[in-house]
């Protein structure tokens, strides 16, 4: 499976690299900060999945979201995680095609077992 992280922590986004590459049936193919790099590298490389934080500098995670998900063909998987999640920002991720959501602190280890089964 090939992944696009989209956070806006250079740090955090090298951490889930590291935990990512464990895993042999992951590839990553990029790494974005922001909304328009995270839209711009999801149409260059196509991503199978795409896991993707709700705050970022230039906009919020809900767009990125939106404007991936209405890709032509089969749009990637989307596993949010993130710092804010709340009970709302759940409802809002799930009802705007987000196939997961999780937070940072408490389900982290979730997304590998997410990732291990698709």
């Known amino acids: 499976m090939t992944i696009l992280i989209v956070d ?9 690299r590291r935990l990512l590459d464990t895993l042999a049936e992951v590839t990553i193919v990029g790494e974005a900060g922001s909304v328009s790099e995270a839209i711009r590298l999801a149409a260059e490389s196509k991503p199978g999945a795409v896991i993707l934080d709700l705050k970022l500098p230039d906009g919020s995670g809900f767009e990125v979201l939106r404007e991936i998900k209405k890709s032509e063909g089969k749009p990637p998987l989307v596993v949010m995680l993130t ?36």
Do not use: C, I, P, W
Not at 8 to 16: A, K, P, T, V, Y
Not at 85 to 106: I, N, P
């Open 83 to 118: 710092n804010f999640a709340s009970e709302q920002h759940r409802r809002k991720s799930l009802a705007e095609g987000a196939d997961y959501f999780f937070d940072k602190t408490t389900e982290f280890e979730e997304v590998l077992a997410v990732l291990k089964n698709k």
């Open 8 to 16: 806006d922590s250079q740090e955090f986004r090298r951490s889930l």
